[in-house]
């Protein structure tokens, strides 16, 4: 290769655009929906596939999370929903690795970011526990129930038994509104008055519940409820 033919030092890098199927690419802030989801699938139509998928579905979020019998339904392959399972759980682990640093009361904001990406966009509801040490550090975070799009059975007996095997101290209970719509309802706050009621027995210390909707969520510390 003769000099000519080499580089400029002094040419500026140039970002390599989104393609089909490419999952080497450098996307910025700027990149369009879109254009994210077609950078995941192999189809030679992926672009139109992005955008039918973005226009059946309320967000990016519910696509990425979406049923894999769902996501067949417009054309996907196992290799696109794996890339999509892939993506989720890199950020779900990401999420989760910013909880551990520091105890669970002094790190709120990273615990909201992580339940935000664990559990907004699922389609049915489901009921998690983060079991804490003495020092509110967790010792183990642990979907316990899954249900329907507005219910997931509570078991406080069970709640606490998990909490004894583990020597937890303290708990944080967390469970989703598939409506988006984190309001506590009824059954909800009578069911964490039962697990109050049950921890205050064996003295575990129930610190808060949390319901997780789009972009939102519900304290019941916060709120006045616990």
Not at 71 to 76: C, I, N, P, Q, V
Not at 126 to 152: M, P
Request: charged share 20%.
């Amino acid at each position: 290769m003769s000099a000519s033919s080499l580089p400029s030092a002094s040419a500026s890098p140039r970002q390599e655009p989104i393609m089909s199927g490419n999952l080497a690419v450098l996307p910025s802030a700027e990149t369009a929906e879109q254009d994210l989801l077609a950078g995941l699938l192999a189809s030679p139509q992926s672009k139109a596939c992005a955008s039918a998928l973005l226009q059946h579905f309320p967000s990016i979020g519910h696509v990425v999370t979406a049923e894999a019998v769902q996501l067949r339904a417009f054309g996907l392959t196992g290799h696109d929903i794996a890339a999509f399972r892939l993506v989720r759980e890199i950020a779900c682990r990401m999420a989760r690795a910013e909880v551990c640093r520091r105890p669970v009361l002094t790190n709120w904001q990273a615990l909201i970011a992580y339940l935000q990406t664990a559990m907004a966009y699922e389609q049915v509801e489901q009921f998690r526990i983060l079991f804490l040490d003495r020092k509110n550090s967790l010792i183990a975070d642990e979907v316990q129930q899954r249900g329907t799009v507005n219910h997931a059975p509570v078991y406080p007996r069970e709640v606490i038994k998990r909490a004894l095997i583990l020597n937890a101290s303290a708990l944080i209970v967390v469970h989703n509104h598939p409506s988006g719509d984190p309001k506590p309802s009824r059954d909800d706050i009578a069911m964490t008055r039962e697990l109050k009621a049950a921890s205050n027995v064996l003295e575990i210390e129930l610190h808060d519940h949390v319901v997780i909707g789009h972009g939102a969520h519900a304290s019941f510390r916060s709120l006045g409820l616990l």
